[in-house]
């Protein structure tokens, strides 16, 4: 049997992931630093959160490609909560951001196009582009003083096929929100190609805030969706309750166009959605109940992320305390956390001195389980990224154990 290239992806289980499954087998403890599914840490949900499944209503059958007008609806009420006002009409729903994603490839690209995608970034975007046969063409983001985006970096990489630009914000898994300033300038790129601007804002309600952030103006606009910016280009923003609700299992998100030309692409997208229909009519009655019940899941989370970063502060500033009590020559620094403004994910930086695929399987010997940097496309050596939704109690043993190897790995080296 011959298949297609698309699909000509290695399928095989790599050594972390197999060390991974065979001590999960062996039931040896791992403080999973990982976790990205709310439903597994130890949230509370609402008792009734399943009982609109059962509306009878559902059982009539009426498709409409775009998604039930009551669903958009509800769709829109979740934007007006955000200060932003759109219409049902410009909303298109589907069952996961992903196969936004692949609505989105098929509407702007033809095989062998391109878009750009800043990184670090979700590793989703390598299948998603091969799967649509689309080329990604990744663009470095600078670190300095917070991230930020590369833009003359990435007005180099646009080509003759270059067809869009693909934003996270805030993005995953570094957490910063794309500022004010460098939407304005990556849209006048955007005009002066003829580029599509695709926002992912699945974390956009997941802002780490301060009173007195939450009274800066300034910072306050750098936060908002690229639904509430007046860029004139075509946006297409997705979303979906997987992060806005803590509801992965429930399959539900969206396409908000907004911009000139985004009419005919909603024509267009919704003929793409008309082939499919995947969207089942349980889910689309449940889903009013399920954004206008958000507050209380958002509400743990953001305490939770809030609760393990500062946690993870004070476990680095302890071990950086010690270290250089014990040992003045490292200069006191095992790990830095990075900036992060949303989300729930903290990136580390730490000593270079190995591959991190080497530092993460000692680190699953050790009894903790961490992303490894490269997952994200940062470099090979020197970086890790954890999840801030494990239980604290967890989080804070997971911590620990990754600081005592580092501090016992960077001896060793020292010792060579």
């Known amino acids: 049997m011959r298949f297609s290239k698309r699909t000509e992806w ?10 991974h499954r065979e001590r999960l087998a062996s039931g040896l403890p791992i403080a999973d630093l990982t976790a990205s599914n709310p439903t ?11 009982a609109p499944l059962s509306d009878s209503s559902a059982l009539d059958y009426d498709p409409d490609p775009k998604g039930s007008l009551q669903a958009r609806q509800a769709v829109c009420s979740y934007y007006r909560d955000i200060g932003v006002l ?8 589907t069952t996961s951001t992903s196969e936004a994603y692949g609505y989105l490839l098929k509407l702007l690209c033809n095989p062998g196009d391109a878009i750009l995608v800043p990184q670090p970034s ?9 799967s649509e046969v689309v080329r990604l063409i990744y663009v470095p983001l600078i670190y300095d003083f917070g991230w930020q985006l590369d833009l003359q970096g990435l007005r ?10 693909v934003l996270v914000n805030p993005n995953n898994p570094t957490g910063h929100f794309i500022k004010k300033k460098e ?13 599509a ?20 103006p300034g910072i306050v606009e750098d936060r908002t969706s690229f639904a509430a910016r007046s860029l004139d280009i075509p946006v297409f923003i997705v979303s979906g309750i997987s992060k806005i609700c803590g509801l992965p299992q429930m399959k539900a998100a969206w396409i908000l166009a907004i911009g000139p030309g985004t009419k005919n692409a909603l024509e267009r997208l919704e003929v793409l959605a008309d082939i499919y229909l995947s969207m089942n009519a349980p889910i689309q009655r449940a889903l009013p109940h399920w954004l206008d019940s958000r507050q209380e899941i958002q509400d743990q989370i953001r305490n939770r992320v809030l609760q393990n970063l500062s946690a993870l502060d004070k476990i680095l500033a302890t071990q950086s305390s010690k270290l250089i009590a014990n040992s003045p020559r490292d200069g006191g620094v095992l790990a830095n956390r990075l900036e ?3 989300g729930w994910y903290a990136v580390l930086r730490i000593p270079a001195i190995q591959p991190d695929i080497v530092t993460v399987h000692a680190l699953l010997n050790s009894g903790v389980w961490v992303h490894p940097g490269y997952f994200f496309g940062m470099r090979e050596s020197g970086w890790l990224v954890l999840s801030l939704l494990p239980r604290p109690d967890e989080f804070a043993l997971g911590v620990e154990l990754l600081m005592t190897y580092l501090h016992r790995n960077q001896e060793s080296y020292h010792e060579q």
Request: hydrophobic content about 40%; overall charge negative.
């Open 10 to 19: 290695n399928t095989d289980e790599s050594d972390l992931a197999l060390a």
């Open 40 to 50: 597994r840490c130890g949230f509370a949900y609402p008792s009734n959160l399943l």
């Open 86 to 93: 759109v219409e049902p009409s410009q909303i298109l729903l």
């Open 122 to 130: 979700y590793p989703l975007f390598d299948f998603l582009a091969s």
């Open 156 to 165: 180099r990489k646009i080509t003759s096929g270059t067809r869009a630009v």
């Open 183 to 195: 939407a304005n300038e990556l849209a006048e790129i955007c005009r002066e190609h003829d580029l």
């Open 197 to 216: 601007l695709i926002v992912d804002e699945v974390f956009l309600d997941y802002k780490l805030t301060t009173s007195s952030l939450i009274s800066d």
């Open 340 to 342: 992060v403004e949303g």
